[in-house]
């Protein structure tokens, strides 16, 4: 099958960081003739200067079209004054939204040598390998009703709803599953079926599609408030945690901050798949532009390439050359290589061009 790269470098850092990106892209077409079809396109700041919107229609398109796209990052202080409607982040939504991407991955994944970047300590973390999957488009930030009323007594009133239809709960669960099948074969569920008929329902659909598909991978449900505590008890008891919009959202930041720094930390936004079962997609670092650190070649490029590792995995089942990029990552930090986002004492401090032509080399 051909592989249709779209790359949306972006502002700020992003085109510093997905230049590294760039530079591994070019080694696999040389050195082990995995040759990908790479388009590039401006999102962000960088299309509004040049093209009048956060993100053109032809580059919608060639997004839609694309079997990945990668994105660098978005924003910046020149953009920051204009309406809410033609901010650069504006082009990052319409990505998500026309793609569809409904499910959320989020690695927590720590490298031997950062395991002193860890907020736990370092028996509990060493060698976790863990993926969220969040719900993204539906639940409790979407449902209706919602809004602010004004009550006769004169207080006021803020309603939100949760709602999840049986459509929405399967779709997500089966990306947890398939995810599982390509990793270690365990998928915990997280709600609150105890006090939410929301809950009630999700862990009923997600057992049934388990029953249904997915007898091979072992499945468990587990309250969301328990998967918060056991995240920082024993994180290394889960695979893959698969829950929904609003408890992935603080499950998923919470186990970010299990493997240290910011700029070590890869995405990826799946969709529906298509008729040869590939899912659309879109990989970005979970990093913004970093302003104060742009254009200095200061930026830790490992959060966009081990996005780039989870496109390989994920979308083009190069699971050996995703591996290839994540153990050149653990040698280089291993040889005491940091960017300074990550730098320890005694470590040598690299920049951008330094650190990517570095995992290159391993
Ligand atoms: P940020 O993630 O850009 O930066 C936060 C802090 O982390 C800064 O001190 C930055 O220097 C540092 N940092 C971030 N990535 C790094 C990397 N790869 N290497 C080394 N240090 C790194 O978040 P902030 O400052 O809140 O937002 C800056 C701009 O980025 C804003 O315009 C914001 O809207 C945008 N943004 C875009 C996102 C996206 O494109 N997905 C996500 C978050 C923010
Ligand atoms: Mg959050």
Same mark, same amino acid.
């Given at each position: ?62 997004? /839609?079209?694309? @079997?990945?796209? %990668? ?10 004054? *204009?309406?809410?409607?033609? #901010? ?124 249904? /598909?997915?007898? @091979?991978?072992? %499945? ?10 056991? *995240?920082?008890?024993?994180? #290394? ?14 499950l998923s930041d919470e186990a970010a901050m299990l493997t240290g ?53 994920y979308t083009f089942d190069l699971a050996e050359d995703a591996d290839l990029i ?37």
């Open positions: 099958a051909n592989k249709k790269l779209l790359i949306l470098p972006g502002d700020g850092i992003g085109p510093e960081v997905m230049g590294q990106v760039q530079q591994v892209i070019n080694w696999m077409d040389k050195r082990r003739a995995v040759t990908f079809d790479v388009e590039t396109g401006l999102v962000g700041g960088a299309a509004i200067d040049a093209e009048g919107s956060p993100l053109a229609d032809a580059t919608m398109e060639k997004a /839609s079209n694309a @079997d990945a796209v %990668l994105l660098g990052a978005v924003g910046g202080p020149k953009w920051d004054e *204009l309406p809410f409607e033609q #901010k650069p982040e504006r082009g990052l939504l319409r990505l998500r939204k026309e793609m569809e991407l409904y499910a959320n991955l989020r690695p927590a994944l720590v490298f031997d040598a950062l395991v002193e970047a860890s907020t736990l300590k370092p028996e509990v973390v060493k060698g976790l390998d863990i993926m969220i999957v969040r719900e993204l488009t539906g639940g409790i930030y979407f449902g209706e009703p919602r809004g602010i009323e004004d009550l006769p007594d004169g207080q006021r009133r803020g309603i939100n709803t949760q709602v999840y239809t049986t459509n929405e709960i399967r779709r997500v669960a089966a990306v947890a599953f398939e995810l599982a099948r390509k990793r270690g074969k365990r998928v915990t569920s997280c709600e609150k079926a105890n006090v939410m008929e929301s809950g009630v329902l999700w862990r009923q659909e997600v057992q049934k599609l388990h029953d249904e /598909s997915f007898q @091979d991978v072992a %499945l468990s449900h587990m309250y969301a408030d328990n998967a918060a505590m056991q *995240l920082v008890r024993n994180p #290394k008891q889960f695979d893959v945690i698969v829950t929904d919009n609003l408890f992935g959202d603080i720094s910011l700029g070590m930390l890869p995405s990826a936004s799946l969709g529906d798949p298509d008729k040869h079962g590939r899912r659309q997609a879109l990989y970005e670092p979970v990093h913004g532009s970093a302003p104060d650190i742009a254009g200095q070649d200061l930026a830790n490029p490992i959060a966009s390439l081990l996005s780039f590792a989870m496109a390989l995995r994540e153990q050149a990552v653990q040698r280089v930090l291993a040889g005491g290589l940091r960017t300074a986002d990550i730098m320890s004492p005694g470590a040598a401090k690299v920049s951008t061009v330094t650190m990517g032509q570095a995992i290159l080399r391993q």
